[in-house]
């Protein structure tokens, strides 16, 4: 999986097939044989070069597979060995492919925010027929004495409306006060798909702290190392997809933690 999504980062901003051709070599043309395609370990016996030619790859070849094994893994920890691990998971590849193409392009491929989606809904879905009514939305609003409006709403859609909804007047105010973009419809899109995994309640607003002040330490470090001045565009949507996999293995967790900073829980 990590190998494929090496793959997938690579190739679908360049609008390629993600199944053929086959691997190559991006400098000599050979088509990579098993040997060469063994995750990580090939990385580290073949010291990060091509084995015909020596052209040198970067380690972060070797991390991505790194990272999805250790995703996958704990996937498997916490919701342990059944489908809601398997959708975790798929939830998670899609949110590493747009951390590293964001980064790259300045894209968040729809594709992935669509599967992110698609999962959200699933496990809404998963969620009603074990709880039903339980696991829904209450807007609960009585007018008088005789007019009382009781509606149930799936958690997933009304996470995903309040999600884009929220980025959409963020990006509409930021843009008002720092005269330029601050936020792509990317990002809107992707806060709509993790809103629809996350609902629209603390674990959102968690969600969104996190990337906010991940994307402030970074930036602030940028600045100090030199490596970007004041005026330089750092993406969001890495920030969201670090924020997001943190969020799905430990949003439980997270949110009294980070809500309990910002809010009295
Ligand atoms: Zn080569």
């Known amino acids: 999986m990590g190998s494929f999504l090496n793959v997938v980062i690579f190739r679908l901003p360049r609008r390629e ?4 051709p086959p691997s190559r070599c991006l400098s000599c043309g050979q088509r990579l044989g098993v040997v060469d395609l063994v995750p990580v370990l090939s990385y580290i016996a073949l010291l ?18 790194l990272a999805t094994g250790l ?19 798929v939830a998670v590849s899609c ?12 894209i968040i491929p729809d594709e992935a925010v669509a599967i992110i989606a698609g999962v959200g809904v699933v496990l809404d879905v998963m969620r009603m027929l074990e709880r039903g009514g339980q696991a829904m939305v209450v807007f609960d609003e009585r007018l008088s004495a005789a007019v009382h409006y009781t509606v149930l709403l799936p958690r997933s859609l009304v996470g995903a409306a309040v999600g884009a909804g929220l980025f959409v007047a963020i990006a509409f105010v930021a843009e008002r006060l720092f005269r330029r973009p601050a936020m792509g419809w990317g990002d809107v899109k992707l806060a709509g798909a993790m809103g629809a995994i996350l609902g629209p309640g603390f674990q959102f607003l968690t969600f969104f702290l996190l990337a906010v002040v991940t994307g402030a330490v970074v930036g602030v470090v940028c600045m ?13 949507g ?3 997809a670090a924020s997001g996999v943190a969020m799905i293995y430990f949003g439980d967790v997270l949110t009294p933690a980070v809500m309990s900073r910002f809010l009295v829980m």
Do not use: Q
């Not at 995703?71 to 998971?89: D, K």
């Not at 100090?224 to 005026?231: A, P």
């Open 238 to 240: 890495p920030m969201l």
């Open 95 to 106: 949110l590493i492919v747009i951390f590293f193409i964001d980064l790259d392009h300045f």
């Open 17 to 20: 097939s993600l199944i053929s």
């Open 224 to 236: 100090l190392v030199g490596s970007c001045g004041r005026r330089d565009y750092l993406p969001f």
């Open 48 to 65: 990060g070069r091509c084995r015909h030619c020596g052209r040198r790859y970067s380690p972060r070849y070797m991390f991505v597979e």
């Open 71 to 89: 995703c996958a893994l704990g996937a498997w920890h916490v919701f342990g060995p059944n489908l809601r691990a398997v959708l975790g998971f």
